[in-house]
């Protein structure tokens, strides 16, 4: 069996290991720390807020539908390690960008903070530059933050087959994806612990780091002949997840994979309401919701390779993903269980912890996280080595695009029901129950691998 600790000791697989556990972390503090300054420091209003919020998702979404052809295309053509440095050396101007925005908003506040005494001096004149000038640099950054993640995506899976051995894949992806969950989790707690000025700072300096880092990743040259790139976004969009859709092993991971980011799209949107409304916890609970997710789907994606023992397979992701359901069931009870706080009263984190179902409530989450790693981590490997090694970042890419159609298919359905009535905890049943069509195109993954499976026997 392939121990994943191995691996962390290898020029092949750790700096590329660091250099994605520095994007992911500096991806979520620059995202977090705009978010909640910008709706605990600049806006007043529900609507104000929520359009915020509408609005830089749909933004940091927008370049996977755009560019994420045209990055396969490149990373499947080019040497895989020299686009990670460039894509790493643009973020240090992307983060230097969004930092301004950051840093000029603080000043206003700041200073409007003292307006009143005679001797405040703002620096940033007039205050609506608040408008006018950092949040608009705060959102191009955030863009151009999807747009860095949109290229380094693909590369990030498709050069584990180049660097480590068949065996030592599965493992390779599951390592990614932990330390990944792990990076958003510290990345997402920091930024609500340091003052934002701080996050200006940090974003830039992390930016350079993994810069540093990312010049340390061996070389990963095309596989295969060179083609010529189509710089026509929609026909390159439309005609690669064609063309990928084609094998049925790959059309149904896919599939899997992104009905997979639908039902967490779901969960996504229901846990911050969730917290406040039906469990009348702070935002320090959800947080800690937060915290315990994370580790969940780092301990899923680890084990999941001591059950596989390396070989990249389907085999335990229909079960997982049913397992996972029960866990959303179980969660949907719990919540409907729950004695809330009198109205006006949130708990704090010492005040939820003792609370009766508490333990029942994190060990119900900590299991849907689990059984989630354990689901989609096999299915992301497959990608990567049950297709010739000159499609691998195309692969990845195509899978990019319908995921995050999936994503948003998962926003509009939670939007829409929201909209039509149905209360929040509700939306944990459907959830619950789109989780048995997963465990189908698992177990339909699965059989159609096993005529290879035979063969080999």
Request: hydrophobic share 55%; net charge positive.
């Amino acid at each position: 069996m392939t121990v994943s600790t191995h691996l962390v000791r290898t020029r092949r697989f750790l700096p590329l290991f660091v250099t994605q556990l520095l994007n992911a972390f500096n991806d979520n503090l620059f995202k977090t720390a705009m978010v909640l300054f910008v709706v605990y420091s600049l806006y007043s209003s529900p609507e104000a807020e929520g359009m915020f919020s509408a609005v830089a998702s749909a933004l940091f979404i927008l370049p996977f539908f755009l560019f994420s052809a045209l990055a396969g295309q490149l990373a499947d053509m080019r040497d895989k390690a020299r686009i990670i440095r460039v894509v790493k050396a643009a973020e240090i101007a992307i983060m230097l960008v969004g930092g301004m925005g950051l840093v000029i908003a603080w000043q206003d506040v700041e200073c409007a903070k003292t307006a009143a005494a005679a001797s405040a001096q703002c620096f940033v004149t007039p205050p609506s530059l608040i408008a006018s000038l950092s949040i608009p640099l705060m959102l191009a950054a955030l863009f151009a933050m999807g747009v860095h993640s949109t290229f380094f995506g693909p590369i990030k899976y498709a050069i584990l087959p180049q660097h480590l051995k068949d065996n030592e894949v599965l493992a390779g992806t599951g390592l990614v994806e932990a330390g990944t969950y792990i990076a958003i989790l510290f990345g997402t707690i920091l930024a609500g612990w340091i003052p934002v000025e701080a996050a200006a700072a940090g974003v830039v300096l992390t930016a350079i780091v993994g810069y540093m880092v990312s010049r340390k990743v061996p070389s990963a040259p095309a596989q295969g002949a060179v083609e010529p790139l189509d710089f026509h976004l929609i026909r390159s969009s439309v005609s690669l997840v064609r063309q990928t859709m084609q094998d049925r092993r790959v059309f149904l991971a896919i599939m899997a994979i992104s009905f997979f980011w639908t039902i967490g799209a779901v969960l996504f949107i229901v846990f911050p309401p969730l917290a406040k409304n039906v469990l009348t916890a702070s935002k320090e609970v959800a947080s800690l919701f937060l915290v315990i997710f994370s580790v969940g789907v780092a301990i899923g994606s680890v084990s999941v390779n001591a059950l596989l023992k390396g070989k990249v397979s389907a085999r335990y992701s229909p079960a997982s993903v049913i397992v996972m359901g029960l866990f959303v069931l179980a969660f949907f009870f719990v919540c409907e269980a729950w004695t809330p706080e009198p109205a006006g009263t949130l708990m704090d984190v010492p005040t939820f912890v003792t609370h009766a179902m508490a333990v029942p409530l994190l060990l119900c989450l900590l299991g849907i996280a689990i059984a989630g790693g354990m689901f989609v981590v096999p299915l992301y490997a497959f990608l990567t080595t049950f297709v010739p090694k000159t499609q691998t970042a195309r692969t990845i890419a195509a899978n990019n695009i319908v995921n995050s159609g999936a994503m948003v298919i998962g926003s509009l359905l939670a939007t829409g029901l929201s909209a039509a009535g149905l209360d929040i905890l509700h939306h944990l049943l459907l959830a619950a129950a789109m989780c048995i069509y997963s465990a189908w195109l698992g177990w339909k993954l699965y059989k159609a691998e096993q005529p290879p499976l035979d063969v080999k026997a």
